[in-house]
């Protein structure tokens, strides 16, 4: 299983801050993804990059990824307590199942 | 439209009783996923179905069973519920494998 491993496995930080996180993976990978997931629900995709790509921006998220180090980070500028979730990478090697990391566990405080 | 849906929401069983949770999707998607998520784990992949007719075995499938019903629905059946099944569960759908996938709100499943 080449499972993401997300770092750090909770972060908490003030509103109006920047939050990183990161995920290593194992092997090689096609695409990597990232999730939310508020507490109680279902898991809400934010960006998708694949292993061609080095950076991708969505609002206020930037993703990276640097294969030569098998890991993404996933940085979140001006936290809003809204931004309170746990967030996932996942991974797959090509028209195969995600594989999902254990999650980074994020607390805006206001 | 409603995106992916699960039924129920919250079970409790006791052990050796058995049920199937339910899951539909109104994406046209074609493949579906069943995961368990324990605290501390992440997402555990059980079982999935890449296209209508064909099913997978996960990371994790011993005592779990699935159909694909069609394309649409996708179940997930314990045959004789066990304490360790105790678990929140998630069906997700998806384009084809490797794709952005698309959540359902959860199943929370305890077996005593």
């Known amino acids: 299983s080449q499972q993401g491993e997300e770092d750090p496995q909770a972060l908490s930080i003030q509103e109006g801050e920047n939050a990183t996180m990161n995920c290593s993976y194992k092997?090689?990978?096609?695409?990597l993804q990232w999730y939310r997931q508020n507490s109680g629900r279902g898991l809400v995709h934010l960006i998708l990059i694949r292993s061609n790509e080095r950076e991708k921006h969505s609002g206020r998220l930037r993703v990276t990824l640097d294969t030569s180090k098998k890991s993404s980070s996933l940085l979140i500028t001006a936290s809003r307590a809204a931004d309170t979730a746990s967030y996932f990478c996942a991974t797959d090697e090509g028209n195969t199942p995600l594989v999902f990391g254990k999650g980074t566990r994020l607390s805006v405080i206001a | 439209n409603a995106g992916v849906t699960q039924t129920p929401k919250f079970q409790v069983l006791k052990t050796g009783q058995s049920m199937t949770l339910q899951c539909a999707q109104d994406?046209?998607?074609?493949?579906m996923y069943w995961y368990r998520q324990d605290p501390g784990m992440g997402l555990r992949l059980i079982y999935y179905s890449a296209s209508e007719g064909t099913t997978d075995k996960g990371e994790v499938p011993n005592g779990y069973n699935v159909s694909r019903l069609n394309k649409r629905e996708f179940s997930l059946r314990l045959e004789s519920a066990a304490p360790s099944q105790t678990s929140v569960y998630f069906c997700?759908?998806?384009?084809?494998?490797?794709?952005?996938?698309?959540f359902g709100p959860g199943t929370r499943l305890t077996v005593t």
């Open positions: 092997t090689s990978i096609n695409n």
């Open positions: 994406m046209n998607h074609n493949s």
């Open positions: 997700a759908s998806s384009g084809q494998g490797g794709s952005e996938q698309y």
